[in-house]
C-alpha cells in the first residue's frame, strides 16, 4: 500500500530529537525552530515527560470514557490552576480540529443558534465545522460549506457590529493570534468588541489557542494579553508536546449531559500522562517567562538586519515579514544552516515557533544563519 500523498515533504528523514534539536538517518544535526507546527512546547523528549509516559506505559495505556480516570482529573485541576481558568470544566479531545468542532457545536446546543462568524487569514482545521470557518476555500468541499458561516474582516469591528445587526449569531470564532495566516496580531479594542457583541447578542465568544496557547505567546493564553474572559477556549498542539491531546475549555454557564459531546481516544490515560508532564515542565520551569525573554532577544537582535519589513511577535510566537517572499531564506536555512522554520499563507512571513524552553546559545544559531542569509540576499 502506498500512502495517499497529501504532503509536500522534505528530504530529511528525522530518526531521534533532543531538546531543539533533530538528526536524520545520516547523522545530520537540525535546530528546531519550527517544533513540527508550533506542536513541541517543552523540548523534544524532555526527560521528565519521557519518564511520565514510561511509567504510565507500565500501568495502563488506554480504557474508555466509560470509566473513572483520575488523570483527567489531575490534567483539569493543573491546567485550570496554571491558566487562570479553575472555575471553567474541560473536555479532552484529540486534535486542534475535533476542538473547534465540539466548541462550534456547544455554542450551538447552548443557544439554539446556526450562523458562525469566523475571520479572513483564520485556520481552524480542517473537519467539518472547524474547516467552514477556515478562509481557505481549497480545503472546504461541498459537504463542508453552507450559509451558516459568515466571513468578517481581521480587526474589522464596524463590520462585525452590522453582522450582528443583519444575523442571528451562535457565535463568533477567533484565534488567539492567526497562526498559518501569517502572526496577525488581533487589536485590543477588537478583542474586547467581540466579548461585548457576544454578551449583548447572546451569542459565544470562543477562543481558538490552539496555535497561540499554552505559554507559546507569553501569557499561558494569548487573550490573556487583554482584560477578556471567553465563553469557550481550545487548545491542542503544545499540550501534549507531540502525543495527540487536545481540549475545550468551558465555562460554568454551559450545561453539562450525558452524550451531549464524546469521543473514543480523548482523554485517554497515556495522553493524560503527557499532558501533565508538560504542564508540570511548563509551570517548574517558568516556560512562560522564558517564552518572552528569549522571544524579545531574538527580536531585539534581528530587528536591524536586512530585507526584515517587519516583525510580529508575542513569546516565542514569531512572523519575521520579508520585503520579498521567504521560501528562498527558509529553505536556505534549512539547507545550509540545518534550521527549521515555517511559513504562512503570507508568503512573505517566516513562522518562528520553537520550544519554549530554547536558550540564548541555541536562538544565538538561528540569528546567525539568518543574518548570513539575509546578507546575501539581493
Ligand atoms: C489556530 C489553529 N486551530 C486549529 C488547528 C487545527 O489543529 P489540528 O491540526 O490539530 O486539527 C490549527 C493547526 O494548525 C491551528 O493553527
Sequence with gaps: MN?????????????????SFLWDDKGQQ?????????????????????????????????????VQNDLQVELANKLGSLSGYEDYNLFLCNSGAEANENALKLASFHNGKKKVVYFSDSFHGRTSAAVAVTDNPKIVAPVNASDNFIKCDWNDVETLETIFKTDEISAVIVEGIQGVGGINLPDEHFIQSIRSLCDSNDAVMILDEVQSGYGRAGYFFAHQEFDVKPDLITTAKGMGNGFPIAGVLISPKFKASSGLLGTTFGGNHLACAAGI?????????????????????IEDKIKKFKHIKSIRRRGLMMGIELDQPCAEVRSSLLKKHFVFTGNANDKNVLRILPALNITEKEADIFIAALEDILQNLN
Excluded at 537540525?30 to 506505559?57: C, E, R, T
Excluded at 508532564?277 to 532577544?297: C, P, Q, S, T, W
Design 30 to 66: 537540525y535546530l528546531d525552530f519550527y517544533g513540527g507546527h508550533a506542536v513541541i512546547s517543552i523540548g523534544h523528549n524532555h526527560p521528565y515527560y519521557q519518564a511520565k509516559l514510561k511509567d504510565q506505559l507500565e500501568k495502563i495505556s488506554f480504557y474508555s470514557n466509560s
Design 3 to 19: 500512502l495517499f500523498e497529501v504532503y509536500p515533504l522534505f528530504d530529511i528523514n528525522p530518526v531521534k530529537a533532543k531538546g
Design 277 to 297: 508532564a508538560v504542564l508540570d515542565v511548563i509551570k517548574n520551569e517558568n516556560l512562560i517567562e522564558n517564552a518572552e525573554k528569549i522571544g524579545a532577544y
